[in-house]
């Protein structure tokens, strides 16, 4: 009698994980769901260049709304901006090296990296055609609210290599390869944002 007593506390309590894990998943469902990512599954494999890069022209300190592009000599896929789409804004190269021709070249001197590889996500306000010219205006609205009405975080600017200094260089890219405005229309947005947790 004591032994059965004994076997049937010890099937219980080898029981009690497997309740304990229906009871909460019965209770709290929504919790043990897989979530799904928001971006849209491609339909075909991507091929060729998905990207396209347009190279900044200028100076431009941070908290600015408008910089300007050099839509003549866009690089990649060669896709037009539009209002709204999300672009990524980048300093390429803005290092200060040794030009001397020595050993030493390419050394970091005076500002060192500078701004390079600086990065901030901006949105387009205005259309912006491929072949449209060399100093085309481009207005954003950034993250910076502290510096103008929603302006860049970072300066930017771009100038040829002089003898003294490297090449200064900026990007403006359209997200998400061959449709940036998927992700960066209003629609897309809200589709993205995080859901509300469940009541």
Do not use: H
Request: proline residues 7%.
């Amino acid at each position: 009698m004591k032994a059965d007593k004994m076997r049937l506390t010890q099937a219980l309590f080898r029981l009690i994980p497997g309740l304990l894990t229906m009871l909460v998943a019965g209770v709290f469902p929504s919790g043990l769901t897989a979530q799904t990512c928001g971006f849209p599954s491609p339909a075909t494999t991507q091929t060729g260049v998905l990207n396209t890069y347009y190279p900044g022209v200028g100076t431009w300190a941070a908290g600015v709304t408008t910089i300007q592009v050099n839509t003549s000599a866009v690089l990649g896929l060669g896709q037009n901006i539009a209002v709204g789409d999300m672009l990524l804004l980048i300093q390429m190269q803005d290092a200060d090296i040794t030009t001397t021709n020595t050993a030493a070249y390419g050394a970091l001197t005076g500002g060192g990296l500078n701004s390079s590889g600086l990065f901030e996500y901006v949105v387009a306000q205005n259309a912006v055609t491929v072949g449209s010219g060399v100093a085309v205006n481009l207005n954003i609205t950034g993250a910076n609210a502290g510096v103008g009405p929603f302006g860049t975080l970072n300066a930017y600017r771009s100038a040829a290599k002089t003898a003294a200094a490297g090449q200064r260089t900026f990007q403006v890219a359209p997200l998400l390869g061959t449709a940036p405005r998927e992700a960066s229309s209003p629609s897309m947005r809200a589709a993205l944002s995080p859901s509300p947790p469940p009541p």
